[in-house]
């Protein structure tokens, strides 16, 4: 009798604990780390507060969070103020163009705050918080007054070798996001910011990649004009296999700018002889010899 009781209570105490197992709803602390990690982003803990948190079944849940987001925000070639970047990590910045439905929607929401009132007074260089907030509002979608962009500080921002005013934003900033749970745990799939579409991380990671992408090739053909530059006053190229040796002798007579990081933070790759020469960016998987390699060599 005593081990059919047993039996029972050791049966009752499995059932209950699979049953727990399959409906554990996504905690806050569970979703706030998930968050700072989602799509490749590396925010401390501190960054991220859970507002709200729901599980609309045993596998989805979704949660509405305030990050502490830092922005830097630039004079275009008009001298207006935009959103160019918004901080992901340390020393890592991404632009903001896949979290806009429409980029061409958002130029024209962002010069809704060029106007006199949002202007700011006397001979301070940066935006004022309140056409910060207004900036920063229309590149995510957010219908102002709202809540759910709010500024803590703006501050005049100083970068080498470029010539157009910056300035960093620090603010609080609203967001929507969805979770899916599958044998390995929760994992964060998608974004939503104002009345935006939801956006999936995975999309995020590719369009990221893709402006990377763009942006080492522009860097890659700035520097081999600087070596056919360099070629045609001394009828060779840079030999070596060091492209810090490669930037000292290009800069600055033949190339401006210093540039020795593709934008995934890896080193160019540069390879030169006399009369031939190979740079090479990693790309996104920061592999050498690769498909996702970006190559540019002689001849041009």
């Not at 049953?19 to 803990?45: C, H, N, W, Y």
């Not at 080193?267 to 050498?288: N, V």
Request: net charge positive.
């Amino acid at each position: 009798m005593r081990t059919v009781i047993f039996l029972r209570l050791g049966l009752l105490f499995v059932l209950a604990t699979v049953t727990s197992d399959v409906r554990a709803d996504l905690s806050a602390k569970q979703a706030r780390k998930l968050i700072t990690r989602m799509a490749g982003v590396e925010l401390p803990g501190s960054a991220v507060r859970i507002k709200r948190i729901s599980s609309t079944n045993n596998t989805t849940a979704e949660a509405t969070a305030e990050i502490e987001a830092i922005f830097r925000l630039e004079k275009n070639s008009r001298g207006l103020w935009r959103v160019a970047e918004l901080r992901v990590g340390q020393g890592r910045w991404e632009e903001l163009a896949p979290l806009a439905n429409n980029q061409t929607e958002a130029e024209v929401l962002s010069s809704a705050c060029d106007g006199p009132d949002l202007r700011s007074k006397g001979p301070a260089s940066e935006p004022n918080p309140k056409r910060a907030r207004c900036l920063i509002a229309a590149v995510l979608g957010v219908q102002l007054p709202s809540d759910a962009v709010r500024i803590k500080s703006v501050s005049p921002l100083e970068l080498p070798l470029t010539s157009r005013p910056s300035a960093l934003v620090e603010s609080l900033v609203s967001a929507e996001f969805r979770f899916s749970r599958d044998q390995g745990g929760w994992t964060a799939v998608a974004l939503r910011t104002g009345n935006h579409d939801w956006v999936s991380s995975e999309n995020l990671v590719t369009a990221a990649n893709e402006t990377k992408r763009k942006q080492a090739r522009e860097e890659m053909d700035a520097i081999a004009l600087a070596l056919a530059r360099f070629r045609a006053q001394r009828q060779t190229y840079v030999s070596s296999d060091s492209h810090a040796v490669l930037i000292d002798f290009l800069n600055p007579h033949y190339l401006s700018r210093v540039l020795r990081l593709d934008p995934w933070q890896e080193p160019y790759r540069y390879q030169g002889e006399r009369d031939t020469f190979t740079l090479r960016s990693l790309g996104a998987d920061r592999k050498e010899n690769t498909a996702d390699d970006i190559v540019v060599s002689s001849p041009l």
